[in-house]
């Protein structure tokens, strides 16, 4: 009783500071918001043997910087994962080189897989040919780059 109460109210605490930029916590919601990211990351290693196997865990900004220097020579295969959802945080792993995938671990629990490719797709804009089909099709688009990031991330939340 009087335990998980506690780690529920310390939860919403922290979980409000995340939410106005002032923390680095997890925003996991219903009952995963009565379990402290510690336990949670525990849970999700024995419960999903691969995370613990094969990704690395990054558990917040500073786990991350400590991590950035030796990655490439200590990641396996393509992903780590965390249980943050920060935008401060998605803001970093994306400086990084990270691409930020949301994955659905069941029951509204979710986790962040960033993927950092060893070898990215590399487009050469004086050799490339758009096709005329191509370029009809494109002006109904408008790209745009840092203006949308809360939308891009709530759309990427929904699409889950």
Same mark, same amino acid.
């Given at each position: 009783?009087? &335990?998980?109460k506690?780690?529920? #109210?310390n %939860?919403?605490?922290?979980?409000?500071?995340?939410?106005?930029?002032?923390?680095?916590?997890?925003?996991?919601?219903?009952?995963?918001?009565?379990?402290? /990211?510690?336990?949670?990351?525990?849970? /999700?290693?024995?419960?999903?043997?691969?995370?613990?196997?094969?990704?690395?865990?990054? %558990?917040?900004?500073?786990?991350?910087?400590?991590?950035?220097?030796?990655?490439?020579?200590?990641?396996k295969?393509?992903?780590?994962?965390?249980?943050?959802?920060? &935008?401060?945080?998605?803001?970093?792993?994306c400086y990084?080189?990270?691409?930020?995938?949301?994955?659905?671990l069941?029951?509204?629990?979710?986790t962040? #897989?960033?993927?950092?490719?060893?070898?990215r797709?590399?487009?050469?804009?004086?050799?490339?040919?758009?096709?005329?089909?191509? &370029?009809? %099709?494109?002006?109904?688009?408008?790209?745009?780059v840092?203006?949308?990031?809360?939308?891009?991330?709530?759309?990427?939340?929904?699409?889950v």
């Amino acid at each position: 009783g009087g &335990k998980k109460k506690k780690m529920f #109210l310390n %939860r919403t605490k922290n979980q409000s500071n995340a939410d106005k930029g002032d923390g680095d916590e997890a925003t996991q919601g219903g009952k995963w918001s009565l379990i402290d /990211i510690d336990s949670l990351h525990s849970l /999700i290693e024995k419960q999903v043997p691969e995370f613990r196997r094969s990704y690395m865990y990054i %558990r917040d900004s500073k786990d991350l910087k400590s991590k950035i220097a030796t990655l490439p020579r200590t990641l396996k295969g393509d992903f780590c994962w965390s249980l943050i959802f920060h &935008k401060q945080f998605i803001a970093e792993l994306c400086y990084e080189g990270f691409i930020p995938i949301c994955s659905a671990l069941g029951e509204g629990l979710y986790t962040l #897989l960033p993927k950092l490719h060893e070898r990215r797709s590399i487009l050469h804009f004086k050799d490339m040919h758009t096709s005329k089909g191509t &370029k009809k %099709r494109l002006k109904k688009f408008q790209l745009t780059v840092n203006t949308a990031f809360d939308k891009v991330i709530a759309g990427c939340v929904e699409q889950v």
